[in-house]
């Protein structure tokens, strides 16, 4: 048999059947409220129960396959603990629990009923709608104010509660049907609703808990209505008279009624809104109503405006008010407006106003004069040009605007003024420039004042004081009494063949200190003032000398001391002695002179003893008599050259023949060494000599002296002396060069190319000195102390050739471009300009400046088109006259009528009048082309407007 059970539709609660368990008897006890949404706990176990699993079930009747009746429990899914929500579900349904020990012992409770739910309902609201009583087509309805309740007091929770709806309109006098499809918690009414008479709505809602139901009654009533928007609609329609004029008594009460209707179409809902039609003349009208209010409080606040700043603030309230079209201005009853702002107007005073552009003109033009074919300002010192230009741009700054465009040459005032200002920069860098500082800081920034000083234009350079060019030189000139006391004190300290400072040893220390100091002070000065000390390199081959001569003193008084010291060998004394004497021997003539001890040491000479043995030799008077012939090498000065070398060929063979026992007498053998060794040193030296001699180029004789003498000044002092005869007589039989450059003219002729910051020679006569230079040797190059000079002029050349280019291509058709690249050249390079092409470029400069009557003649007229913001008659006309007059002016006086676009304006205000008035038709014409002319003219603004009636009076 099928074992299969089936649930009823509905569970009825039946007797508990309590099954076969042990300890059956025992119950667990439960507490809590026996309806929906209420808890039952389990509060009482037996005793010693250890429980651990809970069961909660339905209680109810099962019908099996076979029809028997029977009773079952049914387990609740997820009610497994100790405490229980009652669910929806459970609503009018027996429950109980079962509990379950550790040790599988079952005990069960008393079956619990739970209350079967009794709901009610409200009945509902009806909201989103733009009225409480009427609702527009298009607008969308909601339900709203419902609430259910369980009459047994089960607290329903929003999730257990499910709602439908049924929309019905009004049938009949008190009957109602359904709208179809009308079953949502929302209604949008169709735009057709009133034609299809669906006014009065109403709606019912059914709510669902569980298997409970509860019905709702009718909601209140909303009617179906567009008179709020067709009224709405009329009230803005009767804003207008017609499309370009406001229904206006007074502006108060008409801004007034616009805020009212404005307010009515805000508090309409969407869909609403949509049915208002013409809300584009209630927007235009808010919006026009705030310009004139903007408008009058500008008007308003004129008191509170400074005086200058007034005529720009009523030209702007006219210009704002000539803005508004035909309708707007309708907003200005009796034109209340209009003559408040015309009354403020005041035309500019053209008498006046044009007599002080012409001063103005006149002033800027003699701001500069001329002379010597240069330009120059008038005033002699910044300060007068400064307060001058400052004084013009003030004046012209009072000038109505029109006016102040008609000012001509403005350029003078703004080159004024950067001239002045880099006068002012030129002046302060004397701020760097201070008595406390060195001579070498003085000269150095006098330097960098000179190069900013050459850089300016002529006119700059007559803006500067005559203090600053003092201090200038002042500063230039700082190293000028420190140059004279170097070469002074070189002067003391060099000579010719012997120092002149006669050392000693209490003032060998203070020579070399003095020499350091002369040198050290030389590195101070700057390139230019170091070119004009005379002898340093003397002073340096001096210090060199200092060092060589200390060595040798230093070895001399060695020897002098250890022959005063007792017990020193002969051999050892020889050897100090011999040592020291070749040093000082290989001093030059000028090192020798510094040696304050030599005398003492020369005339010290060690004693020498002869071990003979006991054993003289036979020869031994001769070896005295060639030791008393070598004594006389200690001092060449007595020999001249030849008889020197004679003189040591045969003492070199007598020694040869003595007897090596003799050869001991001969104890000073090392002067005849020395002396073979200076006639070997000068016949090197007599071969540059004779090669010098035999070479016939002066030029490169020279070259070859210069080597000479340089190895001369390196020779020692012996060999000095030995080589002087053929040395001077290389010298005294130079070949002359007639071609050789002379450095001291070459300096002069570059120095006197400036006098007074001027060039004084021409272009030519800068290049031909440069071609000197450059034909120069390095060394020669290095004598020319005025090369700076040179340089910079040489520079402005390049700038000068590149200006000349500039005037040869453009100064007859472009004259402008050529006097801006002449205003930008320096004094010095302007002066390298002849006078006849700087006459030629002032007088073109001249000529642009003149004023132009004619042009302001032409303001004056142009202003006159208008009077108090309003077109005067028989503009038409004027204009054309105007208009002729000014097509005449060349394009350089055109440039002067500042106002010119007053006169376009007036041109193009004429044609605007014309285009509205071809599309004039009367009004018994076409309708559709007569509204077409209406709409034009009512965009006229209050100017051309009366323009317009001006000059067609009769069309209306």
């Not at 709510?207 to 909303?222: M, Q, Y």
């Not at 003078?412 to 006068?423: C, F, G, N, P, Q």
């Not at 004259?815 to 002849?834: N, R, Y």
Request: aromatic content about 8%; charged content about 25%.
């Amino acid at each position: 048999m099928n074992k299969k059970l089936f649930l009823t539709a509905a569970a009825v609660p039946v007797a508990l059947i309590v099954p076969a368990v042990a300890n059956a008897a025992e119950t667990v006890s439960i507490s809590g409220e026996n309806i929906v949404n209420g808890t039952l706990t389990v509060e009482q176990l037996p005793n010693n129960a250890v429980v651990n699993v809970y069961q909660w079930y339905y209680l109810e009747d099962i019908t099996s396959e076979d029809s028997s009746n029977s009773v079952t429990n049914k387990p609740i899914s997820g009610a497994t603990s100790r405490s229980f929500k009652v669910p929806v579900e459970a609503a009018g349904k027996s429950i109980f629990v079962e509990a379950t020990t550790i040790d599988g012992k079952k005990f069960q409770s008393e079956p619990r009923d739970i209350k079967a739910l009794d709901l009610d309902i409200t009945i509902p609201t009806l909201e989103g709608h733009s009225s409480s009583s009427f609702v527009a087509p298009g607008e969308t309805v909601k339900v709203a104010g419902v609430s259910v309740t369980d009459k047994g007091g089960a607290k329903l929770q929003s999730d257990q509660i499910t709602y439908s709806y049924q929309w019905f309109y009004k049938l009949g006098d008190n009957s109602f049907t359904i709208i179809e499809g009308a079953a949502g918690s929302t209604y949008t009414i169709p735009k057709d609703a009133v034609e299809k008479g669906i006014k009065d709505i109403s709606v019912t809602v059914k709510a669902k808990v569980g298997l409970s139901f509860v019905e709702s009654k009718l909601s209140n009533t909303i009617t179906v209505s567009t008179v709020p928007t067709d009224t709405l609609t009329n009230e803005i329609k009767a804003l207008l008279i017609h499309d370009n004029k406001y229904n206006v008594s007074d502006f108060e009460s008409f801004e007034a009624k616009i805020k009212e209707l404005e307010s009515k179409y805000q508090a309409l809902s969407a869909p609403a809104k949509a049915n208002v039609s013409n809300y584009d003349v209630l927007k235009r009208a808010l919006a026009d109503v705030a310009v004139l209010n903007k408008l009058e409080e500008k008007v308003d606040k004129l008191q509170d405006v400074n005086e200058k700043d007034r005529p720009k603030y009523i030209q702007e309230m006219e210009e704002a008010y000539n803005k508004l079209d035909q309708l707007q201005r309708s907003l200005d009853a009796n034109e209340v407006l209009y003559t408040n702002i015309k009354n403020l107007l005041n035309e500019p005073n053209d008498l006046e106003e044009i007599s002080e552009v012409r001063r103005l003109n006149q002033a800027i033009v003699h701001l500069l004069s001329y002379e010597n074919s240069l330009a120059q300002y008038v005033p002699s010192d910044k300060d007068t040009l400064k307060a001058l230009v400052t004084s013009i741009e003030e004046d012209i700054a009072k000038l109505s605007p029109n006016y102040r465009g008609a000012i001509q040459n403005q350029a003078i005032l703004t080159e004024a003024k950067s001239d002045i200002k880099k006068v002012e920069q030129f002046i302060k860098s004397f701020d760097k420039l201070s008595a406390d500082n060195t001579p070498n800081k003085q000269v150095t920034v006098a330097k960098s004042i000179r190069s900013a000083y050459e850089k300016l234009t002529y006119k700059q350079l007559k803006l500067v004081s005559d203090k600053y060019v003092q201090l200038l030189a002042t500063a230039e000139s700082a190293e000028v009494s420190q140059i004279a006391a170097l070469n002074h004190d070189i002067e003391s300290y060099i000579g010719d063949d012997i120092y002149p400072i006669n050392p000693s040893a209490s003032s060998w220390q203070s020579h070399v200190n003095n020499v350091n100091r002369m040198i050290k002070e030389y590195k101070s000065l700057t390139k230019t003032s170091a070119a004009q000390i005379v002898g340093y390199d003397s002073l340096v081959t001096l210090q060199k000398d200092l060092k060589a001569a200390e060595k040798v003193i230093k070895d001399m008084d060695a020897y002098q001391k250890l022959s005063r010291t007792a017990g020193v060998t002969e051999s050892k004394l020889n050897s100090s002695y011999t040592s020291a004497l070749k040093a000082y021997n290989k001093l030059t003539t000028l090192q020798q002179s510094l040696v304050y001890n030599a005398d003492d040491f020369l005339l010290n000479t060690p004693k020498v003893s002869i071990d003979d043995n006991g054993k003289v030799p036979a020869d031994k008077a001769a070896a005295e008599a060639l030791k008393a012939e070598i004594a006389k090498f200690a001092d060449v000065t007595t020999f001249t050259f030849k008889q020197l070398e004679s003189a040591t060929d045969k003492a070199s063979e007598t020694y040869k023949s003595l007897s090596s026992g003799a050869r001991k007498y001969v104890t000073n053998y090392y002067l005849l060494t020395a002396a073979k060794k200076d006639i070997s040193g000068v016949n090197s030296f007599h071969k540059k000599v004779q090669t010098a001699k035999e070479e016939t180029d002066a030029a490169k004789q020279a070259k070859k002296i210069e080597t000479v003498q340089k190895a001369y000044a390196k020779l020692p002092s012996n060999q000095q002396h030995l080589a002087k005869e053929q040395y001077e007589a290389l010298l005294n039989n130079q070949i002359i060069d007639e071609n050789a450059p002379n450095i001291t003219q070459l300096n002069h002729d570059i120095a006197s190319i400036l006098a007074n910051d001027l060039y004084t020679v021409s272009i030519d006569r800068i290049k031909n000195l440069s071609t000197q230079y450059s034909s120069l040797s390095s060394s020669d190059k290095k004598l020319i102390t005025n090369y700076d000079i040179l340089k910079v002029a040489l520079a402005d050349v390049k700038k000068v050739e590149s200006f000349m280019k500039t005037y040869e291509k453009s100064f007859n058709n472009n004259p402008s471009t050529v006097i801006k690249a002449f205003e930008k050249l320096t004094s010095k390079q302007v002066s390298l300009i002849d006078a006849a092409t700087r006459q030629l470029i002032i007088d073109k400069q001249k000529g642009q400046q003149q004023t132009n009557e004619s042009a302001l003649l032409l303001i004056e007229s142009i202003n006159s088109l208008v009077v108090k913001g309003e077109y005067i008659a028989g503009l038409e006309e004027k204009v054309k006259e105007i208009r002729a007059i000014y097509d005449q002016l060349s394009a350089t006086d055109q440039k002067i009528v500042k106002n010119y676009s007053k006169l376009t304006q007036a041109e193009g205000d004429l044609k605007k009048v014309a285009d509205v008035h071809a599309l004039y038709v009367p009004t018994d014409g076409d309708e559709k082309a007569r509204k077409a002319w209406q709409t034009a003219y009512g965009k006229l603004s209050k100017k051309l407007e009366l323009l317009y009636n001006n000059m067609y009076p009769t069309e209306q």
